[in-house]
Nanobody, 115 residues
């Protein structure tokens, strides 16, 4: 089983920044894909960004130019740097990973952007 633990969420004013972390219980080389999703109240969960074990990244259109996904293999951790935050970015952010054909989810971390 794979455990994912998110951290770094909090309350920030519009225009501010946060860095989310997702720590995995095994080497992230073994995780084919790692993603960040978010879910706002009364909305469906949506993909924010993804990164493969080869380093290829992908972003949702609504975060391009503002968010950056990266990884630190030595720390078994994937990050989501969020800049120029907007109130509509308010959501619970979830880490997601693919291992041996199974998708795993973290518990989520709350991001609240005030206006």
């Amino acid at each position: 089983q794979v455990q994912l633990v998110e951290s770094g969420g909090g309350l920030v004013q519009a225009g501010g920044s946060l860095r989310l972390s997702c720590a995995a219980s095994l080497s992230i080389f073994r995780l084919s894909v790692m993603d960040w999703y978010r879910q706002a109240p009364e909305k469906q969960r949506e993909l924010v960004a993804s990164i493969t074990n080869g380093g290829t990244t992908n972003y949702a259109e609504f975060v391009k130019g503002r968010f950056t996904i990266s990884r630190d293999n030595a720390k078994n951790t994937v990050y989501l740097q969020m800049n120029s935050l907007k109130p509509e970015d308010t959501a619970v952010y979830y880490c997601n990973a693919l291992n041996a054909g199974t998708w795993y989810w973290g518990q989520g971390t709350q991001v609240t952007v005030s206006s």
